[in-house]
C-alpha cells in the first residue's frame, strides 16, 4: 500500500492545476483501477487483476497485501493529488477570498472531470477497514480544511454571505464529488465548461460579491 497521508499541505509549488494529465499507474494498480470500474470493488478478484496484467496471484500479493490495499493505494493516490491542486489553486488567489474559492472549485471539477475513473472509486470507500476508512478521511479531511478556510475568510471580509461556513463547505464539496457519477468523456460538455458552471454555482452558494 502506499504511504499513509495525514492530509497536511504538501509543497504545491511548481503544479499546474489547471492542468490534468493521465495519471501514471504502475500495471498492478492500472489494472485494478480497470476492473474495479468495470467489476465494481465487490466484482473484482485478485485473480482478476492478476489474470489482466498477466502475472500470478502471489507475484501480485508481493506488491499488494490485498484487494483492499489496492483500493486505499488508488483512494490515497487520487485525494492526495486533489489536495495539492487545491492547496497550489488556492496560493494562486493571493489574497481574494472569491478568487481562492473559484480557483479551488474549477481545480477540484478539473480533477474530477479528467481523472473521472479515478475518482469515482471514492464511491467504493465502503468496503475499507476502519483503519484504512480513517487513513483516508485524514486526506480528504485536509481537502474540506481549505475549501472551510476560504469560505470563513470570506465571510469575515464580507465577500461572501454564508450563515454556517462548515456546511456551506460540506454543500460545495458535496456538489463536486458527485461529478464522476454522471459526467463522461463523451458528453456535450467539457471538462472547462463543466468547472466554469461549478464556479458560478458556488459563487451563488456563497453570496460572493459581485466585483
Request: with cysteine.
Amino acid at each position: 500500500m502506499g504511504e499513509p497521508v495525514d492530509g497536511t499541505a504538501p509543497d504545491e509549488g511548481g503544479i499546474d492545476w489547471r492542468r490534468v494529465e493521465d495519471v501514471e499507474l504502475t500495471p498492478i494498480l492500472e489494472a485494478s483501477l480497470d476492473a474495479f470500474y468495470e467489476l465494481g470493488y465487490h466484482g473484482t478478484t485478485v485473480r482478476e487483476v492478476a489474470r489482466r496484467v498477466g502475472v500470478t496471484v502471489p507475484a501480485l500479493y508481493y506488491h499488494h497485501d490485498s484487494k483492499e490495499g489496492l483500493l486505499i493505494a488508488l483512494l490515497e493516490l487520487s485525494t492526495a493529488d486533489v489536495l495539492a491542486r487545491a492547496h497550489a489553486a488556492d496560493a494562486d488567489g493571493g489574497d481574494d477570498p472569491v478568487r481562492r474559492l473559484a480557483n479551488v472549485i474549477e481545480a477540484i471539477v478539473l480533477r474530477m472531470t479528467g481523472r473521472a475513473r479515478l475518482a469515482s472509486l471514492e464511491g467504493e470507500m465502503r468496503y475499507l477497514s476502519d483503519e484504512n476508512r480513517q487513513r483516508y478521511r485524514a486526506v480528504r479531511k485536509g481537502i474540506e480544511e481549505v475549501v472551510l478556510r476560504i469560505v470563513q475568510d470570506g465571510t469575515a471580509s464580507g465577500d461572501f454571505d454564508v450563515d454556517d461556513p462548515a456546511e456551506t463547505t460540506r454543500a460545495l464539496l458535496g456538489m463536486c464529488q458527485s461529478i464522476p457519477r454522471w459526467y463522461h468523456a463523451e458528453g456535450t460538455l467539457s471538462p472547462e465548461e463543466v468547472a466554469a458552471k461549478y464556479v458560478a454555482i458556488s459563487m451563488k452558494t456563497v453570496g460572493a460579491r459581485t466585483k
